[in-house]
């Protein structure tokens, strides 16, 4: 009986004591290691101050009063009548009768200008993404020739958009080449501060945030499975409608959403590029904030951030990435 006990405890790396009975009364100890409170409690702290209580600091102020030295504790809603309304809005006989205000006007504008943007982004990022995953057979090239693209971004954002002056200006690169090559007689003055440089700086800008996510999207297809669909006769456009397309559209969609929140919040190239010709939601931000308008500020400010709120979960509406991932 004996032995048998002995034989029944053996285990594969020699005897094993029996295992111990439960008793009721015995409380367990707590298995060693950090609390999760612990592990967690560095990032709710950083959250809450970096972006919790700014929050709700600029929904506090945005009710608070202005002043001439800054702002005073106050419950007015003047700050959205002055956004949303403007002088005659309520008038039938007014010339402004139900018309939208400047400030929704330019967060309108903002919001066009985001969506050219985006559009020509996506245009020019996806073949250079779709050329880099699919085309280019060795890692050590895709990964070689992705950071190449990326070399662009490792400057100063300001850098890189001051450099677009002497490119576009009348006595810029882009003017000398066109009179050199006898294509114009004068320099041409709309290259530079006007939409069309806005709109190139900006492309050039943002264009590399959706080159990454389309990229590692396309790279891990299974190329096995467009092998199979061109062995069952399926036409390159049928292989990327069924295939390639649907697949690729999680890093389409992170794209977005990173150029989307990006170019909402832009002012710098609005200033620099465009001459100030055009305002932005940013740059008015910026113009009330300097002259210490803190209270319609944060009113444009929260416009704003409710405007990127909307925008993102209609991408994520669009494209479910959690389905696709």
């Not at 009364?25 to 101050?49: D, E, K, N, Q």
């Not at 699919?134 to 400057?155: E, N, R």
């Not at 810029?172 to 290259?191: F, H, R, V, W």
Request: with cysteine.
């Amino acid at each position: 009986m004996q032995h048998a006990d002995d034989i029944q405890h053996q285990g594969l790396i020699g005897t094993q004591p029996p295992p111990a009975e439960h008793e009721p009364g015995r409380r367990r100890l707590p298995a060693s290691g950090f609390s999760t409170v612990w592990l967690v409690a560095p990032t709710t702290l950083w959250l809450l101050i970096f972006l919790v209580i700014p929050l709700i600091s600029i929904v506090v102020f945005s009710f608070w009063e202005s002043t001439r030295s800054g702002m005073e504790p106050d419950l007015t809603l003047y700050n959205y009548a002055e956004f949303f309304s403007s002088k005659g809005f309520f008038d039938p006989a007014a010339k402004g009768f139900l018309r939208p205000s400047v400030f929704i006007r330019t967060l309108g504008s903002t919001i066009y200008y985001t969506l050219v943007v985006m559009a020509l982004c996506l245009l020019l990022a996806y073949p250079i993404a779709y050329f880099l995953a699919m085309q280019v057979k060795s890692f050590k090239w895709q990964m070689a020739l992705f950071l190449l693209a990326l070399v662009p971004f490792w400057t100063s954002y300001l850098i890189r958009a001051v450099a677009w002056l002497p490119m576009l200006g009348r006595r810029g690169l882009l003017n000398t080449a066109l009179i050199d090559l006898g294509i114009i007689d004068k320099p041409i003055s709309a290259l530079l501060y006007s939409e069309f440089s806005y709109t190139v700086a900006l492309v050039q800008l943002y264009v590399v945030l959706s080159i990454g996510p389309i990229f590692f999207s396309l790279a891990k297809i299974d190329k096995s499975i467009i092998e199979a669909a061109r062995d069952m006769g399926a036409t390159p456009f049928q292989i990327f409608r069924e295939i390639i397309g649907p697949l690729s559209l999680p890093g389409v969609a992170i794209g977005m959403v990173f150029i989307f929140v990006l170019l909402m919040g832009e002012f710098a190239s609005a200033v620099v590029i465009y001459g100030g010709k055009t305002s932005t939601t940013g740059t008015v931000i910026l113009n009330y904030y300097a002259i210490a308008n803190y209270p319609f500020a944060a009113v444009n400010a929260l416009m704003l951030m409710l405007a990127m709120m909307f925008g993102v979960v209609i991408i994520l509406k669009l494209v479910n990435i959690r389905k696709e991932l």
